[in-house]
């Protein structure tokens, strides 16, 4: 069974300061990975995806994530975060064999501080 | 990019009533829809996956009797939460997939129920 690990529950940083969130996955074949974002009250919103090639993958909003195969991580990174940045993080996994259904991490909430 | 609407965003009910949730893709055909439940500070949890024309796939330990699923068309997905209780009160997302295989989901912006 595919699952997601997202260490931290919650991250306050400052604004201008640089920012990682981590991501662990379990999954025993080759994994979809994805970072989405969601503001209070709202859906999600995907900020990059990770299917196959290059590790180190550039998303929207100035977001980077690179995946490890090594340490099953796929870490998300940002140089300098912006005060619109707060929101609640989701990692997901997915696989083409399991019928393309994805498993969500719980999330890690990001505070800016001012 | 692909956008999904949900309908309605908010609703509120008695206990005891029946609640429709509308998910369209608007600008694309979507062979599959899931459809997940949200608790405040928790992460979605997948309640169905749902097949134009055929019968919905429910996760383990979601009620099918209770979580009614539909997907009449290639841009519309129904979630019916029948005769709902205060314990049905949740955030509902719907999301959408493009074509076969896998591909990535587009997220609907979210229902909020609350049943008094």
Request: hydrophobic content about 25%; overall charge negative.
């Given at each position: 069974a595919q699952s997601v690990t997202q260490p931290d529950i919650h991250i306050t940083v400052s604004e201008g300061a640089s920012l990682e969130l981590r991501c662990n996955y379990s999954y025993g074949a080759t994994p979809y990975l994805f970072w989405y974002v969601q503001s209070p009250g709202q859906g999600l919103q995907l900020l990059l995806k990770y299917f196959?090639?290059?590790?180190l993958v550039q998303g929207i909003k100035g977001f980077e994530a690179e995946f490890k195969r090594s340490q099953s991580s796929f870490n998300l990174r940002k140089p300098s975060v912006h005060w619109s940045d707060a929101a609640e993080y989701f990692c997901a996994v997915g696989s083409f064999?399991?019928?393309g259904k994805s498993t969500f991490g719980d999330g890690t909430t990001l505070t800016v501080k001012p | 990019g692909a956008v999904v609407s949900q309908h309605p965003s908010r609703v509120i009910c008695k206990s005891g009533t029946s609640v429709k949730i509308e998910c369209r893709s608007l600008d694309f055909q979507a062979t599959t829809m899931f459809w997940y439940r949200q608790f405040p500070k928790k992460s979605l949890m997948l309640m169905a996956t749902s097949n134009e024309g055929s019968k919905a796939t429910y996760e383990q330990g979601v009620e099918k009797d209770k979580f009614l699923i539909n997907h009449?068309?290639?841009t519309l997905s129904t979630l019916t939460v029948t005769?709902?209780?205060?314990?049905?009160s949740s955030f509902y997302i719907c999301s959408a997939r493009v074509g076969t295989g896998y591909n990535e989901q587009f997220f609907g912006p979210g229902t909020r129920l609350t049943v008094l």
């Open positions: 196959s090639g290059d590790t064999s399991n019928a | 009449a068309s290639l005769s709902a209780h205060p314990e049905d």
